[in-house]
Structure formats: structure tokens, C-alpha cells
């Protein structure tokens, strides 16, 4: 990184954190501090809920599960629409006319409180880990590319976060999402047209997407009825649908977005606006990984993208052996680039016997070079298991350090830190709310001041901050980062829905079924997770199904159980 790179990394953060703290100064009251005064628009909704969800994990994660396994990811996003309009029909005009601070403030009135209390402590145990790793992700790459601290550059962000939120709440949350919004996608875009300006002069971005094609980089859509399988249109549908209507309808950290709204449509239109826009953002995120595939198919590339994975086998004793892996690679490369080139020619002839050979040619060698990695990951682990083989999340950042110009390098870089702190803020912001206003706030017998329970959520605000920058210096890589940050949001999510959905639709059960339904429900999906019985996708149906049975098996024979014994005559 030169100079540049540095003063716009630099200058893009601090102006974020600088405008998030004047802009937002002198919250009076729990109103402006958790709801922002409800005076946001349903654009800045809009924006603030798509800057929550889109982590660094997003942009550093996906464009990499493109570059190894195509554009089937996207069909996870495929449920969110009707998710979206679900909510807006029933959770958003029902929190608006009940006047919540919290959507655990709902289930009190409709239950009792340790129903509220055990969702909200559930809300905190996810989130506070997801928390964590939305500050780790970006961390453990940019430390193994850039060589960094990985503990400075937890503390770092974490740090930077925490200044803005604990300030300004939630407007401090929803004003600086905007800004890094603004430069996310920019980023995003530009990368995306430097890569195929990279490409050989004969490579449009028609025949780049033939190449993709050819290579099963599009495989987009997957109608196989298989459970097993992470990526499918039904596991989207369905299982992407309950994952997002617990998310979007429950998770504190977005229903605090819209909560915030000036009004019902205000709130509504925000999260419209997310539903029409958030498939084509990943689709297009993913594009870009795909473009990266192409890119690489003309390129050198690393035989393993994690260069701190590469520094461990190269000081083993098992050096030797892995040069010769690279050795092979090089060679593939260079195959690689001939079979593409007889593809692309094959193109321009429109000629379909001749494509169709240039392609199996290709699928060979792809394969072959997908053998060579795998081996390269297992010699990898060999000489140093605590180190991470899995390569996806540095892909992109690979391609960003080596092949973009001065300037955007720290351009992206921003982008990936913005992403990284707009997640982490909204989550920080959620955290402390429910801690103040749901555990402690509802479980003191004396009444205190507005201005107290600013303060009180402001420190336990900054407590949380705390607890994630901790949680990220303990936390381990573990596969793909987009597929934790959604496997741990799985395992709650399900449960906690199911919840909300008997508050809404089943008047009749009350709160001790549901309470313990709730958890003989946590225990089972926990439990069916560990044995790896189904996709982590189909643990949000599942765990929404048997809470509801349970709940209704419960409050029947609690029915039953009460109701006198008719006398005889």
C-alpha cells in the first residue's frame, strides 16, 4: 500500500466516525437515543437495513464462494421478497400502533415477561457473537494479507464503531450507514469494471459470461429436492424465507432500523425498498467473484490464496513437496489459458462440435486444478492445523492487493472496513437496547429518569463493544465466514420466530407454553445442528415448526388437563 492508498483509507473512516458524532450529538431521551426520534425517511430505512445486513463478511465472502462454486449462493436470498412483505402486512403495524422500543417489549404484553426475557436473551447470545465475528472477519484477512496485528485491528475497529454508537444510537447508526453505503457500492463497482478491463482485448463481457457458463459458474438455480444441499431454490424459498422473516421481524438490530421510521409507510417502504434491491446487490457481488474466476483463468493465481497458509507449508519440512504442487499449478495455469483460448476461438467460429471439446477440455483441467488445490490444503494442514486452508474469504482481497492501482486499493480496503463497521454498529446499537431497556430497565422496581436510561444504554453499549472486540481476539476462522455469520443466525432464529408467530396468529396459548416449548425447542435444534441431520437453512423451518407444536401440544393438555370433569345426573 502506498501513501494514497493510506490517506484515503484513512480520510474515509474518520470523516464516517466525525459526521456519525456531529450529526447525531445531544440525545435527551429513550426516544432519540433507541428510535432516533422516529423522524428517518424510507430511503435512509432502506439503506440503514441493507448496511446491517451487508457485512465486510459479505464483501470479502462472497465474491469468493463465486470464484469456487459459482452462483448458486444467491438462490439463499430467493425467500427475503416475501419475507419483506409479510412483515410489512403484520410485524411493522403491529409494532407502530403497540409503540415498542423493542419487538421483546411485544411478547410481554401478549405473554409475560420471562417469555420477553428469554427471547431477548437469546437475541443477545447470537448476536453478541455474530457481533464478534463481523469485527474478526475483515480482521483475520486484512492481518493475513497486510501483515498486521490481528489483535490491533480488532481493538481498531471495534474501537471506531463504538465512538459513533455509543454517541448517537441509532441516528449515528442509520446517517453514517448511509455514507458507507455510498462507498461500498462505488468500490464495488469499480473493482468490477477494472477486472474486465484486465481481461485479454478479445474478452468481452458476453464471452466472459460464456466462459463462466462453460466452467459452471452460473449455475444459479438448483430445483434438486435434496436436503443436504446448502444452496437450492426451495432451501432459498423456504428455509431463506423463515431465516429472513426472524431476522428482519425480529433480530432487534434491523427491527431497530425501521422502528425509527416517521411513520408506518416510512418503515414499510424502507423495507420494500431492501426486498426489490437485495437479491440483484448479492447477485451483482457475486458476478464480481465470478468476473475474478475469469480474470484468474488468464492470470497467475496462488496455489493458495491465504498467504499466511502458504508461509506456514513453505517453513515446514514439507516445503519440498509443496513446491512441486505449485510446479504443477503453473503448469495447469499455462494449460488453462490454451484450452481457453481454443474455447474462445471456438466462440467466434459458431462452431458447437468445436466448443463443446474446448469445454470438456476445460472442465478437465479445472477439475484437475481443483484436485491440486485440495491437496495443497491437506499437505497445508499437515504442517500446521491451526492454520486456515480454506481460501475463499481471500480471493478477492487477493486480487485487490495485487492487481488494482494505487488509490483504490484503499478505495476497497475502506469499503471492506465501512462494511465491517456499519454491521458491527447496528448490531453494538441492538445489543446495548435490549440489555438496557429489556433485562434491565423492566426488572427494577424504581423508576429513574429519562436521562438515566440513556446513559445506562450508552455503557452497556460500550460494554458490548467490549465483549465483541474480545469475542474477535478468541475467535477462530471457520469455513466460509457469510456461512457462520448464517449458521449461527439459524440456530436461533427458527426458535425465536416461531415465538413471534404464536404471539401473532395463535390467541389462545399462553406464556408458560411457550416459554417452555421455546426451550426444548433451543435444546433440539442445537442438537439436530451437531449431528448435521439437515442444512443449516432448514433449521430455521424446523425450529419455527416445533416450537409451534410444541407450544399447542402444551397449551392443549394444559387445557385439558384444567377442565372439570363433567358430573353425571
Known sequence: MGKLDWIILGGTLLFIVAYGVWKTRGNKDVSDYVLGGNKAKWWTIGLSVMATQASAITFLSTPGQAFHDGMGFVQFYFGLPLAMIIICIVFIPLYHKLKVYTAYEFLERRFDLKTRSLAAVLFLIQRGLAAGITIFAPSIILSAVLGWDLKTLNI?????????????????????????????????????????????????????????????????????????????????????????????????????????????????????????LKIPMQFFILLVGVMVFVFYQYNPSPLNFNPAATNAILQSSHAEDYKILEEGHKNLEIEKKI????????????????????????????????????????????????????????????????????????????????????????????????????LYKRNRKNEFSPGHYVKISKLFTLLWGIIAIIIACVANLFDNLIQLVNIIGSIFYGNVLGIFLLAFFFRFVKGNAVFIAAIITQVAVILVWYLDWMSYLWLNAFGCAVVILLALVLESFDRLHKTPPIKGD
Open 156 to 276: 481498531i475497529i471495534g474501537s471506531l464503531v463504538i465512538i459513533y454508537t455509543v454517541s448517537g444510537g441509532t441516528n449515528a447508526v442509520s446517517v453514517t450507514q448511509k455514507q458507507q453505503m455510498f462507498v461500498i457500492m462505488t468500490g464495488m463497482f469499480i473493482a468490477f469494471f477494472f477486472i474486465l478491463g484486465y481481461l485479454p482485448a478479445d474478452i468481452t463481457f458476453t464471452k466472459a459470461l460464456k466462459i463462466a457458463g462453460a466452467s459452471d459458474k452460473l449455475n444459479i438455480l438448483d430445483f434438486s429436492l435434496n436436503t443436504q444441499s446448502r444452496y437450492t431454490f426451495w432451501s432459498g424459498i423456504t428455509g431463506g424465507m423463515f431465516l429472513a422473516l426472524a431476522y428482519f421481524g425480529t433480530d432487534q438490530s434491523q427491527v431497530q432500523r425501521y422502528l425509527s421510521g416517521k411513520s408506518v409507510r416510512e418503515s414499510q417502504l424502507g423495507l420494500i425498498f431492501n426486498g426489490i
Open 339 to 438: 484450452a481457453q483460448d481454443q474455447f474462445s476461438a471456438a466462440l467466434d467460429l459458431d462452431d458447437p462440435y468445436a466448443t463443446a471439446a474446448a469445454q470438456n477440455d476445460m472442465l478437465l483441467i479445472i477439475e484437475k486444478e481443483k484436485n491440486n488445490r485440495e491437496a495443497a490444503k491437506a499437505m497445508i494442514k499437515k504442517a500446521d492445523d491451526l492454520v486456515e486452508t480454506n481460501d475463499k474469504d481471500y480471493v478477492f482481497i487477493h486480487f485487490i492487493l495485487n492487481y488494482l492501482p494505487k488509490g483504490l486499493i484503499g478505495l476497497l480496503l475502506a469499503v471492506i472496513l465501512s462494511a465491517a463497521m456499519s454491521s458491527t454498529a447496528s448490531e453494538l446499537n441492538a445489543l446495548g437496547t435490549i440489555t438496557a431497556l429489556d
